[in-house]
């Protein structure tokens, strides 16, 4: 018991240090009020070989009763396939993801059904995005501003047709 309870003491002490450098947020479609996929993909310098989860928060402007409608999550630690993780919950705007062990290669998180907020008033862009990286409950590493997303009023029209993806250049 006291053993276990040093360990998350210098967990705790140590997560101030640990980083997760994140490189994207990819919304498939940044049309507002539009269901879409979210791609996330970070790197972080502090592997934990077990009982490892994924902490991702969406910002306040994604309705919680509309994330609760997601209806698949996958991720990969290896450039690999996407898999499905032993297990995710939502807390209100949190999706807590249990991945069993996390590595200092590349991670990719992607969330399915969610729906892009129905209208930010006066801005274009999200609130920053929140990752947290855990062992059990206990934090190793956070990024709390993560990156923001863009968004359209509706789909942008060009040359080549019908577009409303755009590139998050906000990280």
Known sequence: MIKSLCLIVLLVALASQQTITPYYILPAQTTLNTVTSYSFLFQTDTPIATQAR????????????QLAQVNRVRWSDDGGALQAPSSWT?????????VGSISTDNIT???????????IASATTSSYFIIQTQFNDVPVATNQQFGRVPFTSSPIITSGGLFSNQLNTYI
């Open 109 to 119: 998180i992607v969330i399915d059904n969610v729906q892009n907020p129905k209208d």
């Open 54 to 65: 994924i902490s991702l928060t969406f910002p306040i402007e994604f309705d919680s009763g």
């Open 90 to 98: 939502l807390y209100f705007n949190t999706f807590v993801i249990l």
